[in-house]
């Protein structure tokens, strides 16, 4: 198909989000249950989870990589990346609900158990999420519909993201009539199931239209030269470990900071005042989302992401001058910052995509899913960056 | 510090953001050049 203007239809958009709405029922509750259920259900040390996590990123900078690369390289009827997405869902779905069996082993069983199924469940998600995100980057070649295809994206990210936090426990203690044990496979197996039916909708009624050229023939290495000849991309890598450090350092941080720093307890109770803190938060980040397509297109790209950048930046440093009791300041920052904060994360993510335009441009050689992988292994580097940098400063 | 540190690494960014050259502009002329190579390999 000719690469003509490439607007997308809203249930194209939606197909594709409602793809980062079911990895993220699997990715949300990793990040926010996992860890409790290693070591108040399942019965290993902490220290022993954490070795367990830490082990898998190192797995990770290899692994999100070779995924890339493989991507790029698959030719099928279906396209390039949309049959990942279709082979790794019920693989995905499996793996995610053994995490969460607990077999009658001794302790060391335990510990190979969760040390290889938590493994192999982040292998299956590189396999899944790296291209599904570099599908972003050909599905359409305009760039503009790119922002609103990845903030449709981070809505749905953000839907499922509350889902699992809210219902989540209630579910557990529901379905396992009090047995976590039970509650836990239980709840992820109705999870998996729900991701697999989104991840089924993505593949079905998204297209992949932008096509490299098929007499392309290029090496990993020469694949990965590229990229480090490339200067947006260095620029967004940097970017993206900058940002990820910033979020993991500020995510644990506000839990100290309503703890030690405020004094509102003659308000609300200290926990009541920071969950809706975080939930005002969601929204107004939302909101900033949705806003993406509306600021890009009506003052670019470039400088909608640096003016948004600059005002979170201002925003956050404001805390900082904030009275211990003042409340609705509080919150009136906090909506300011993420209204701010918002649109970065879509442009930062469709942005991806220009940079592998310009290497195809540059080089005559695409590589979406690379792009996005080791753009992906930026933000795992900040995150991990970030949490080791708060735990030093705490 | 609970905010500063995170003020400071995102002004860091903003300031990396310089070296992102993938305007409006430059974008407009990457994807016409894109657009008339691969009408040439009639993708």
Not at chain 1, 334 to 347: D, E, K, V, Y
Not at chain 1, 371 to 391: T, Y
Not at chain 2, 10 to 20: E, H, P, Q, T
Not at chain 2, 24 to 41: Q, V, Y
Request: hydrophobic residues 50%; contains cysteine; glycine residues 8%.
């Amino acid at each position: 198909m000719p690469n003509g203007d490439q607007k997308l239809s809203t249930a194209e958009k939606f197909a594709y989000g409602i793809g980062d709405g079911a990895a993220n029922l699997v990715f949300q509750t990793q990040i926010t249950f996992l860890m409790f259920f290693y070591t108040n259900v399942f019965g290993i040390e902490a220290r022993d989870a954490g070795t367990i996590l830490l082990f898998s990123r190192v797995i990770d900078a290899f692994n999100d990589p070779l995924i890339g690369a493989l991507a790029d390289r698959t030719n099928t009827r279906w396209g390039r990346y949309r049959p990942w997405i279709l082979w790794t869902a019920i693989p995905l779905a499996i793996a995610f609900v053994l995490c969460y069996i607990t077999p009658p082993f001794d302790a060391i069983g335990k510990f190979v158990w969760a040390i290889a199924t938590y493994n192999l469940l982040m292998i299956l998600y590189a396999a899944n999420n790296i291209p599904y995100s570099a599908l972003s980057g050909v599905i359409t070649a305009d760039s503009v519909e790119r922002t609103s295809l990845s903030s449709w994206r981070f809505i749905c990210a953000m839907g499922a993201t509350f889902v699992v936090n809210t219902f989540t426990v209630n579910l557990v203690a529901h379905l396992g009539g009090g047995d976590s044990k039970i509650g836990y496979p239980a709840t992820m197996t109705l999870w998996a199931i729900l991701a697999v039916v989104f991840f089924t909708i993505t593949f079905a009624f998204t297209k992949e239209r932008v096509q490299p050229n098929p007499h392309q023939r290029s090496s990993v290495w020469q694949d990965l030269s590229d990229l480090r000849h490339n200067g947006p991309w260095i620029a967004l890598f940097s970017l993206a470990v900058l940002i990820h450090i910033q979020l993991a350092m500020r995510g644990g941080a506000m839990l100290y900071y309503f703890n030690y720093c405020l004094h509102l307890n003659n308000i609300f109770d200290w926990i009541d005042n920071f969950g809706v803190f975080n939930g005002v938060g969601l929204i107004f980040t939302i909101i900033g989302v949705a806003l993406a397509k509306t600021l890009v297109s009506r003052f670019g790209k470039r400088a909608t992401f640096r003016t948004c950048l600059f005002l979170s930046s201002l925003l956050m440093a404001a805390f900082a001058l904030l009275p211990p009791d003042s409340v609705y300041m509080l919150f009136g920052l906090q909506i300011l910052l993420q209204l701010a904060f918002g649109p970065t994360i879509p442009i930062l993510w469709s942005m991806m995509a220009d940079v592998a335009d310009y290497s195809e441009w540059m080089t005559g050689r695409r590589s979406t899913a690379l792009a996005f992988a080791s753009i992906i292994f930026g933000l795992k580097l900040g995150l991990g960056v970030g949490s080791w940098f708060k735990r030093r400063t705490a | 510090m609970v905010s500063i540190f995170p003020a400071a690494v995102l002004m860091i960014g903003f300031v990396a953001l310089f070296a992102y050259r993938l305007d409006d502009e430059f974008m407009n002329k990457i994807e016409n050049g894109l657009k008339s190579r691969r009408a040439e390999h009639n993708l």
